[in-house]
């Protein structure tokens, strides 16, 4: 089960429409061993494609540095898809390398970048093999202390 609160889920979200058609991507970080995403972390889609999302390697060899000096590890791996529903295509599962992350897909393809829900679904990949898991959005600090 992956486990984000309100204000990860609305920035992956508003990052996923803002670059409809094309695809987004990113990393939500979060202490090592922890399984908490803490640390939203927008990245560029190197392919600019409405059909394929690349990190840019120098990025994410820098952002992976920046996550070892933090003891931090990817928790949540981001992409959008925008004419498909948001289920793992035969390039993200040979893609996904990180077997303790959640794959989060985003699917754009009913309203685009306009105003409407989107389908947001997670998944644990591990050597290819995918299964779905429940997602539980919890309210961010600043909602529970008000």
Do not use: W
Not at 100 to 105: D, E, G, K, P, S
Not at 109 to 116: A, I, K, L, M, Q
């Amino acid at each position: 089960m992956l486990t984000i609160d309100q204000a990860t889920y609305d920035a992956i979200v508003a990052h996923a429409k803002r670059d409809h058609p094309d695809e987004a991507c990113g990393i939500v970080a979060g202490p090592e061993g922890s399984d908490r995403p803490v640390r939203f972390i927008e990245m560029v889609n190197a392919a600019g494609s409405p059909t394929f999302y690349e990190f840019d390697s120098t990025d994410l060899f820098q952002l992976y540095k920046d996550m070892d000096e933090r003891d931090e590890e990817p928790v949540v791996v981001y992409h959008s898809h925008t004419a498909t529903e948001a289920y793992p295509s035969r390039t993200d599962i040979g893609l996904a390398s990180e077997p303790n992350a959640h794959y989060v897909l985003v699917s754009t393809r009913e309203h685009g970048n306009n105003e409407g829900p989107v389908e947001f679904r997670s998944y644990s990949i591990v050597d290819g093999v995918v299964t779905e898991e429940d997602v539980t959005i919890t309210p961010t600090e600043q909602e529970e202390s008000t």
